[in-house]
């Protein structure tokens, strides 16, 4: 490995320490109570080392949900390459996307009340982050239309407004999950895999031709 190749790799590591330590702290103090310091000292870096792989602690929010974009375009790609069945693939994106709202519940957050017009300056981060929700957006319009093809879905709808509400269900359903799920799984006797289940029909099977 050269020189500047191990370089980044350090680099690499020492961001994704200061990402996790944060992650941890903004779920825990909330983003407005975190501040840098308590940044520095959970993650065991100087402010300045920070402030060298961070412009601020907007950035690392940014960052934080940047990574977890980045991680469901993958999945969403990989299960799309996949020679599967329609119903399978809506199952395993359905999951994808839960496991995003669960592992990045403030990013999920702040995406839901994203708008470009609020960023006049957005930064190279905040612009990835665009850049990849019209990515996964366009991902799943595709495989919208490609059910419509099949029969597998209404030719009636309309794909990309479609795609939107799922979005929201999806993130108002997992939102109960992580609020009042206990709560309800042990009202009705379900697990949490009967639970999700049961979010899948209700979501999905609006689209699904049975």
């Not at 501040?35 to 300045?48: C, K, L, P, V």
């Amino acid at each position: 490995m050269g020189r500047e190749n191990k370089n980044a790799a350090v680099a690499a590591v020492h961001r994704q320490k200061i990402l996790e330590s944060a992650a941890v702290l903004f779920s825990e103090k909330g983003f407005e109570a975190a501040t840098i310091g308590d940044i520095s000292a959970a993650s065991g870096y100087s402010r300045r080392t920070v402030y060298a792989y961070f412009q601020s602690k907007e950035d690392i929010l940014h960052s934080l949900i940047c990574e977890g974009l980045s991680g469901l375009n993958d999945t969403v790609t990989d299960i799309l390459s996949r020679e599967t069945d329609f119903e399978k693939r809506c199952r395993e994106i359905f999951g994808a996307m839960g496991d995003f709202y669960i592992n990045y519940p403030l990013a999920a957050e702040i995406i839901n009340g994203f708008k470009p017009s609020d960023i006049p300056e957005p930064s190279e981060t905040v612009k990835r982050i665009f850049a990849l929700g019209e990515e996964i957006n366009g991902a799943l319009t595709g495989a919208i239309n490609d059910g419509i093809r099949s029969g597998n879905v209404p030719g009636d709808i309309v794909p990309e407004l479609t795609v939107y509400i799922l979005w929201a269900e999806i993130s108002a359903f997992y939102g109960l999950v992580q609020s009042k799920g206990e709560f309800i799984r042990k009202q009705l006797t379900l697990s949490e895999a009967e639970l999700c289940e049961h979010g899948f029909k209700q979501i999905f099977g609006s689209i699904i031709v049975s």
